[in-house]
């Protein structure tokens, strides 16, 4: 799993490449640790090269989008493939989030 952080335009953006899965979910939380920092800016998961989200996934990114919410900010998911839709779909994720293509 690799996980990359810049910052574009004003907004925060986090590129997940490889499988989002239980093993890789300790390593990539702290990786993304310093988007739970970031204030009052819009927060972009670029999963289009995500191949695979797990439990463990998604409650690290419930964590993001709670914490830039109480900074005033926003997270979106960008360029989910099939997979990676269908189980946000199937644990209501895809009600939480906000995509963008």
Same mark, same amino acid.
């Given at each position: 799993?690799? *996980? *990359?952080?810049?910052? $574009?335009?004003?907004?925060?953006?986090? %590129?997940?490449?490889?499988?989002?899965?239980? %093993?890789?979910? &300790?390593? *990539?939380?702290? &990786?993304?640790?310093?988007?739970?920092? %970031?204030?009052?800016?819009?927060?972009?998961?670029?999963? $289009?090269? @995500? !191949?695979?989200?797990?439990? &463990? /996934? @998604?409650?690290?990114?419930?964590v993001i989008l709670?914490? &830039? !919410?109480?900074? /005033?900010?926003? %997270?979106?998911?960008?360029?989910?493939?099939? *997979?990676?839709?269908?189980?946000?779909?199937?644990?209501?994720?895809?009600?939480?989030?906000?995509?963008?293509?």
């Amino acid at each position: 799993m690799k *996980t *990359t952080i810049q910052e $574009t335009g004003g907004k925060v953006v986090a %590129v997940l490449e490889g499988s989002l899965d239980t %093993v890789a979910a &300790a390593e *990539t939380e702290e &990786a993304l640790r310093p988007l739970n920092d %970031v204030e009052g800016k819009d927060i972009i998961i670029d999963c $289009t090269k @995500l !191949e695979y989200i797990s439990s &463990a /996934g @998604l409650r690290i990114f419930l964590v993001i989008l709670q914490n &830039a !919410e109480e900074k /005033g900010g926003h %997270v979106y998911i960008r360029g989910i493939n099939d *997979t990676v839709r269908e189980i946000f779909t199937i644990t209501g994720f895809s009600n939480i989030f906000e995509f963008m293509e």
